[in-house]
């Protein structure tokens, strides 16, 4: 037999994640526990107060701004993103396309906002010029520097890595299989709800991970998009940190941003389970087989 | 302008007429819209780059920009953290794909004790919020009295690299015959005669791309940087937000260009990342 290699070849990287990743995540998770010192760092005394800290309307307010930028962001982005990598999927200029939407997914983050903020600018940005050249307004809008701006431009920031996703998935579909559901008289819609959602489960998982953990961490577009009112938490996080030099605080807002963020990313994983992964739980709920899905599939063969 | 904007318009929509498969109006139009949103505001920002004027309203055609941003001594702090990023995207992502490329070899095809633990650790940086990888580091490094610098981002840059150089070597692992290596060992390769020229050989094209996407993610990082960062250490985001906090210097636009410029040969050279990246075997 020969000898193991798994563990050595994989050391290097164990040692890397522990030392980088594990021990900080730790300290963090320490520290929200520890006793603020006043020019940063911690006292080693255990406390709660940087938990208690955080009830207060503005933290709720901050908090409940962050989810609302995430979960607005990627509906908009997944809405576009899905008919729009179904489009190239099926074009016969698909990797003209993919080129396409590849060079905005490799165009650096701080060009796209710094873009942005030439399109909302009030002095003669183009929404504005626009505008008012069509006499829609007759003075000019202040676009930037709120929360509708923030979705809008965290939307475009991260749509590309929703649209490369789900043109992979869409692209592997047999879409035969839609043309068969339409022989039997499925609606346009109901072929797209019933045949192609289920099967582009995962494209759509990758998708919605990509873009709403993106959005929900973001710093750079709120800080230059949003206003003192669009705050979010990692406004609120590097201020603490900065200024405020307040590490506990940082700490106990970093654990609630890592909590909040894996439940919504187990929800969504478990509201958009795969129909065998539904029929398996059942099955063991009721301990009944469910072998409907592959007769089905199996009728559909014949036909 | 407006010609070539109509000459693209007309390539593009003679482009979509060829496709012979029956594809819905609907899509078509959202591929359009989103096609629309994806380049109008770089097209704005190409073409203010050459814009005479200071502000946005077009005055003619000009270089002055691209003069001021190449030669004017109020602009070398931005190559300074321009060539700082270069550093550390080129460093962190060599050090990555190593790191990373050897782990996916461990990973994939051996079983050993710790293994679940080591994939669970390996990946999780790419679920959680890139702002708690930023922040927790930097306590570290004030903790264990390391001075932030230049060096504290390429550690940074190299931990939230690796999970994607992992992600990306195995997707390709994936597609790869292991009764190959079988033979090597067989025919009397040792351990590290298989490595170097059976393996590496052999997932090569996924370590490229693995190298690829490291480098973008390292150079489009802001937020990581920004915490981990010391004097002189700053990279060419950190510096563009705070420049971009006191408005939008034209000189920017060209900047941007130079950049994007940059970005579509990647994009030409780095097509088929995205199999590797998104690849999903579920």
């Known amino acids: 037999m020969r000898k193991n290699y798994g563990p050595l070849y994989a050391a290097p990287m164990a040692a890397w994640m522990i030392l980088f990743f594990v021990i900080p995540t730790a300290i963090i998770f320490s520290y929200s ?92 940005g183009l929404l504005n010029s626009f505008l008012l050249w069509a006499g829609v307004i007759d003075h000019p809008i ?47 819609l109901t072929a797209t709800l019933r045949i192609l959602l289920p099967n582009i489960r995962g494209g759509i998982t990758t998708a919605v991970l990509f873009t709403f953990t993106s959005a929900f961490g973001n710093l750079a577009i709120p800080s230059l998009i949003g206003g003192n009112d669009s705050y979010m938490l990692s406004n609120f996080i590097r201020h603490e940190f900065n ?7 940082v700490s106990s807002m970093s654990v609630i941003l890592t909590i909040m963020t ?4 187990l929800i969504f994983m478990r509201l958009n389970r795969s129909p065998v992964e539904v029929a398996r739980e059942n099955r063991e709920a009721v301990n009944k087989p469910a072998g409907s899905t592959a007769r089905a599939a199996g009728t559909g063969g014949a036909v | 302008m407006t010609g070539a904007v109509q000459s693209v318009l007309g390539k593009i929509k003679g482009i979509m007429n060829t496709g012979n498969k029956p594809t819905g109006k609907f899509s078509l139009s959202v591929f359009l819209v989103v096609l629309v949103f994806l380049y109008l505001p770089l097209a704005i920002l190409i073409l203010n780059s050459f814009n005479a004027s200071k502000s946005m309203s077009w005055e003619g055609f000009s270089l002055r920009w691209y003069n001021e941003l190449f030669f004017s001594p109020s602009w070398v702090s931005l190559w300074k953290t321009f060539g700082n990023s270069a550093v550390a995207a080129l460093t962190s992502a060599t050090a990555a794909t190593v790191v990373g490329t050897l782990g996916a070899i461990g990973l994939y095809w051996y079983r ?8 669970i650790a390996a990946f999780m940086p790419m679920l959680i919020p890139e702002i708690i990888i930023g922040v927790s ?58 490595l170097s020229k059976v393996i590496l050989p052999a997932v090569f094209p996924g370590i490229i ?7 973008t993610l390292s150079l489009d990082d802001f937020v990581v940087a920004f915490f981990v960062a010391g004097p002189g250490g700053s990279t060419l985001p950190v510096y563009l937000e705070s420049r971009l906090k006191l408005g939008i210097p034209p000189v920017i636009n060209a900047l941007s260009v130079v950049i994007i410029a940059g970005t579509v040969v990647l994009a030409f050279l780095s097509r088929n990342i995205v199999k590797y990246m998104f690849h999903s075997n579920k």
């Not at chain 1, 200024?243 to 605080?249: C, M, Q, S, T, V």
């Open chain 2, 112 to 119: 050993f004790r710790a293994k679940k633990a080591i994939q």
């Open chain 2, 137 to 194: 580091l930097a306590m570290l490094f004030a903790s264990t009295k390391l001075p932030m610098s230049l060096f504290t981002v390429i550690l940074a840059h190299t931990t939230f690299n690796i999970p994607f150089v992992l992600l990306v070597v195995m997707a390709r692992l994936e597609s790869f015959d292991f009764m190959i290596i079988e033979a090597a060992y067989d025919l009397g390769a040792t351990e590290y005669q298989a």
């Open chain 1, 262 to 265: 894996t439940i919504a990313v």
């Open chain 1, 243 to 249: 200024i405020a030099r307040n590490w506990p605080l």
């Open chain 1, 33 to 124: 526990f520890m006793t603020k010192d006043m020019h940063g760092g911690v006292i080693y005394e255990f406390t709660l107060s940087a938990y208690r800290a955080l009830n207060n309307p503005t933290f709720f307010k901050v908090a409940f701004n962050t989810i609302w930028v995430a979960f607005a962001a990627t509906i908009l982005m997944v809405a576009l993103a899905m008919p729009a990598s179904y489009y190239m999927a099926r074009s016969k200029h698909k990797n003209f396309f993919l080129l396409l939407i590849i060079i905005p997914f490799l165009t650096n983050s701080m060009i796209k906002i710094f873009a942005w903020m030439g399109v909302f600018w009030i002095d003669s």
């Open chain 1, 142 to 188: 202040r676009f930037l520097y709120n929360t509708n701006a923030v979705i809008v431009v965290t939307a475009y920031t991260y749509l590309p890595f929703a649209i490369l996703p789900l043109y992979t998935t869409i692209d592997k579909f047999d879409f035969s299989l839609l043309e068969a559901a339409r022989d039997l008289g499925a609606s346009k």
């Open chain 2, 209 to 215: 791309a693995a190298f690829l996407i490291a480098v």
